[in-house]
């Protein structure tokens, strides 16, 4: 049949993965009259390409929901034979989506490089014989080409059944922390946390022994620009002084091209903590806030307006000119007194801040005109005082907070407040690496900030925030953010969406048996 030819080829769908497990179960359910082509049919590479481009597309949509950019509205169409072409007002903030998207799907990695093209994926690689297929081996673009080592990796399996295991971790609440009596303790029971107990369950489902090492310089793991070399948890893998990473260590492309790392165990994004800023104190002009300025002032204009209407109205009408009852004869039977009118200037002022207050006053007016007036104006003032009653319930029930920064454009266009990053971490890489432009302006400013704004711990970073009284952000991970604002003394906050999507991963050495261990 083969001619005693070697056919080489690849396979980019592995059909050992869960996912493409779980689409053939659901291929093979289909309806056969509604899915004729279904029946007996192999699932085939387009069709999988197809099903992870609506994946990516659609976890694109989700980030920029997250980001609460509105790519819905509506806008004059555009002519599709226009020269030059017209770009699209909101095509340059889905581009920038689709390139940050990193998920699992039935090809694998899907991942994309700052010019849009595929990047960290793996493709198997498979030899027709006329004995049968069998899989040579796999290629991704870092590695090229690995064959085989199934005889191999079946002895490292069992060589890592029959050892110790050194697992690197670092200290950062809640994930890994010193149990409160660690003094009296020795190995692993001194540590308590989230990695911690995923240290311990991978154990116990693989079968294996482990001991876990707090990384000695307290990174996560960069690479220096000028040495090439990388520190932190990264470094212990990649120079064999661990055998893998159970820590909150991000995925990166960086990080990648030296070390595997496993599926995100958790889902998180960059983040701005602030100082919680001070509450409010009522000031003495404080009841004026339940309604704007300007509605203050419309209600002053309407109510001299109307005293002034009422004013000229009563003067006009006849029937607001009266003789008072009383028994005197006038003094000079020739020349009788004008008959007086209640509805003067002072009076029409005095009618009109009664009505407004609900109080009321001794004198009305009798003419229609005047009482059309006077009605008007009493049922503005009833929406009003309704009104203001409701919102000044509102205004003192809740305590209102006013943050000087609510996203990192709000960062970006101002000096006043400083911004960092932790050292030696996948943030700082986020910053260095963008090429969005409010990110590069941020970027321009931490790097040549005196004194220096990136810290070496966490602790630190969160340290600096509650000391600097609101003159300081510090930009991390959206979970510990998220953690420390929940702890006591509660003086943190996170402002603003995150800034990106991303996860955290167990990483172990290229290569390592332990990847295979099942």
Known sequence: ?????????????????????????????????????????????????THDAILVIAEAFRYLRRQRVDVSRRGS?????????????????????????????????IQFDTYG??????????????????????????????????QQVSNDTSSVENRTIV??????????????????????????????????????????????????????????PESKIWNGMVGELVYGRADIAVA???????????????KPFMSLGISIMIKKPQKSKPGVFSFLDPLAYEIWMCIVFAYIGVSVVLFLVSRFSPYEWHLEDNNEEPRDPQNPPDPPNEFGIFNSLWFSLGAFMQQGCDISPRSLSGRIV?????????????????????????????SPIESAEDLAKQTEIAYGTLDSGSTKEFFRRSKIAVYEKMWSYMKSAEPSVFTKTTDDGVAR????????????????????????????MKVGGNLDSKGYGVATPKGSALRWVE
């Open 77 to 109: 169409a555009g002519d599709c034979l226009a020269n030059p072409a017209v770009p699209w007002s909101q095509g340059i903030d889905i581009e920038r989506a689709l390139k940050m998207v990193q998920v699992q799907g039935m090809t694998g990695n």
């Open 374 to 402: 006077g009605g008007v104006w009493w049922f503005f003032t009833l929406i009003i005082i309704s009104s203001y009653t409701a919102n000044l319930a509102a205004f003192l029930t809740v305590e209102r907070m006013v």
């Open 465 to 492: 925030v509650r000391k600097s009284k609101g003159k300081f952000a510090f930009l991390l991970e959206s979970t510990m953010n998220e953690y420390i604002e929940q702890r006591k003394p509660c003086d943190t």
């Open 117 to 150: 093209r595929r990047t960290n994926y793996t493709i198997d690689v498979y030899e027709t014989k006329a004995t049968g297929s069998r899989k040579a081996g796999y290629w991704n673009e870092y590695e090229r080409f690995v064959p085989a080592l199934d």
């Open 1 to 49: 049949m083969h001619g005693g030819a070697n056919v080489t080829g690849f396979q980019i769908v592995n059909n050992e993965n869960p996912m493409v497990q779980q689409f053939l179960q659901r291929w093979i359910r289909l309806d056969e009259r509604e899915f004729p082509e279904a029946k007996n049919s192999p699932l085939k590479y387009t069709s999988a390409l």
């Open 167 to 224: 697992v690197t971790t670092i200290l950062e609440s809640p994930y890994v922390m010193y149990k409160k009596n660690h003094e009296q303790l020795e190995g692993n029971e001194r540590y308590e946390g989230y990695c911690v107990d995923l240290a311990y369950e991978i154990a116990k489902h693989v079968g294996i022994k482990y001991k876990l090492s707090i990384v000695g310089d307290g990174k996560y793991g960069a690479r220096d």
């Open 248 to 262: 909150p260590l991000t995925i990166t492309l960086v990080r990648e091209e030296v070390i595997d790392f496993s």
